[in-house]
């Protein structure tokens, strides 16, 4: 397995080993970016923000859109995404699935299409509690490509901290499937939190299983992972 563990207990010292890396891969020639939203990037745009990184040669296709929300509705992921990263550090193109698309089924076709078009050169990832990457739910086949899927009540209810209830929470979301990840050359994970750890452990456990989608990463070339659980290879 060429899994690349590091273990980092102190969070901000994660953070700017994490934004270490993306300049790595600037300074190397990566131009495009898969990227991710969720609290695990939050602290990762705000180094990315407040650095002198520059993206503007760049095009960046993010993970995955909720469905029934309106791209301007302070929880899109395209919201997020402008908030935390965009605004202050412009790309030169981005990409999100468009999840107010009157043809999802479509939407998500065009999405994949537009994925095989281009070469990832780098693909952030955070991961669920369940061990999802993207939206991509315990059960998904590893062959699963974009597709609109149906979120889990724990997926829901992960996620239900950024919403006023948990009626509001989406029910659905376009995301890229996980063959569609697995094509990015080079793979950045962090987890950060004691929820992350039985997803990890299975990672690194090399337990690969489709109820835990996070571990088809151990069949990935390429893949750095960083974490601040306590953890070690050899377990
Ligand atoms: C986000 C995404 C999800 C999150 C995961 C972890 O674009 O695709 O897989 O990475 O749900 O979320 P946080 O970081 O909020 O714990």
């Not at 994925?115 to 952030?124: A, R």
Request: net charge negative.
């Amino acid at each position: 397995m060429t899994l690349n563990l590091e273990v980092w207990e102190d969070r901000d010292a994660l953070y700017n080993r994490a934004l270490e890396i993306f300049s790595s891969e600037l300074k190397n020639g990566a131009t495009t970016f898969g990227l991710a939203t969720g609290g695990t990037t939050i602290p990762l745009y705000e180094k990315m923000r407040n650095s002198s990184l520059d993206f503007s040669h760049c095009t960046s296709v993010n993970l995955d859109e909720y469905v029934g929300i309106p791209q301007g509705h302070s929880q899109s992921y395209y919201t997020f995404m402008q908030q935390h990263l965009f605004e202050a550090k412009p790309f030169n193109t981005t990409y999100i699935p468009n999840g107010e698309a009157e043809n999802v089924d479509a939407e998500a076709k065009r999405y994949e299409d537009l994925l095989k078009s281009l070469t990832v050169d780098m693909q952030l990832l955070g991961v669920g509690v369940n061990g999802h990457i993207g939206f991509n739910e315990p059960g998904t086949s590893f062959q699963s490509e974009t597709d609109v899927v149906e979120l889990t009540v724990s997926t829901r209810s992960a996620n239900a901290r950024f919403f006023d209830t948990m009626d509001e929470v989406p029910k659905q979301a376009i995301t890229m499937g996980i063959a569609s990840i697995m094509r990015a050359n080079y793979i950045l994970l962090i987890a950060v939190g004691e929820e992350k750890r039985p997803a990890i452990e299975a990672l690194i456990k090399g337990d690969i299983t489709e109820d835990i989608p996070v571990t088809r990463l151990c069949n990935h070339p390429n893949v750095i992972v960083l974490t601040d659980l306590k953890i070690s290879k050899d377990q």
